[in-house]
């Protein structure tokens, strides 16, 4: 369909400038869980202490595109052994159009793993469940606090010297 002017000439749509943010795919890169003491851990009666972990990276796959991976690590241990263990990295492609530049890596440091978040916590409470313990229902990450803290970690960091 086109459009007219005031003059009456037909005038071209324009282009696709709003901000876009795809996800391409999705995918498991590592997964590890380990049941080091079982059956023993399996009739553990006391609590756990869990202890978890969360990084995230990114690595540009082209221009647009960008590869975020989200890296969970965790432990439950009770009585001074380990009960289990896990492992995730959880990636996503995604497509980043018509962003300004300087937005881009707040948006692929917290959108981009604010998104894969979900799936990735699904695929630890089944890897726990499958391995004889409830469900790990881990809680949800503050990913705007994660960026925050690394940005002001690497303030914080002295610049690195080059030898003369």
């Given at each position: 369909?086109?459009?007219?002017?005031?003059?009456?000439?037909?005038?071209s749509p324009a282009?696709?400038?709003?901000?876009?943010?795809?996800?391409?795919?999705?995918?498991?890169?590592?997964?590890?869980?380990?049941?080091?003491?079982?059956?023993?851990?399996?009739?553990?009666?006391?609590?756990?202490?869990?202890?978890?972990?969360?990084?995230?990276?990114?690595?540009?796959?082209?221009?647009?595109?960008?590869?975020?991976?989200?890296?969970?690590?965790?432990?439950?241990?009770?009585?001074?052994?380990?009960?289990?263990?896990?492992?995730?990295?959880?990636?996503?492609?995604?497509?980043?159009?018509?962003?300004?530049?300087e937005q881009v890596?707040?948006?692929?440091?917290?959108?981009?793993?604010?998104?894969?978040?979900?799936?990735?916590?699904?695929?630890?409470?089944?890897a726990v469940r499958?391995?004889?313990?409830?469900?790990?229902?881990?809680?949800?990450?503050?990913?705007?606090?994660?960026?925050?803290?690394?940005?002001?970690?690497?303030?914080?960091?002295?610049?690195?010297?080059?030898?003369?």
């Amino acid at each position: 369909m086109t459009s007219t002017t005031n003059g009456g000439e037909s005038a071209s749509p324009a282009p696709n400038t709003a901000p876009q943010l795809s996800v391409l795919a999705q995918y498991i890169k590592d997964l590890s869980f380990e049941n080091p003491n079982a059956p023993l851990s399996l009739t553990q009666t006391t609590q756990p202490q869990i202890a978890i972990s969360v990084n995230v990276s990114a690595n540009p796959r082209s221009d647009t595109d960008v590869e975020v991976v989200l890296r969970l690590e965790g432990k439950a241990e009770a009585g001074g052994s380990v009960m289990f263990s896990f492992e995730l990295e959880f990636g996503g492609l995604f497509r980043i159009l018509n962003v300004p530049q300087e937005q881009v890596h707040p948006l692929v440091m917290i959108e981009c793993p604010r998104l894969l978040f979900p799936f990735a916590r699904e695929i630890v409470a089944n890897a726990v469940r499958n391995g004889g313990f409830p469900p790990l229902l881990l809680d949800p990450i503050d990913f705007v606090a994660l960026y925050q803290q690394r940005m002001a970690q690497l303030q914080t960091q002295p610049a690195p010297t080059t030898p003369v």
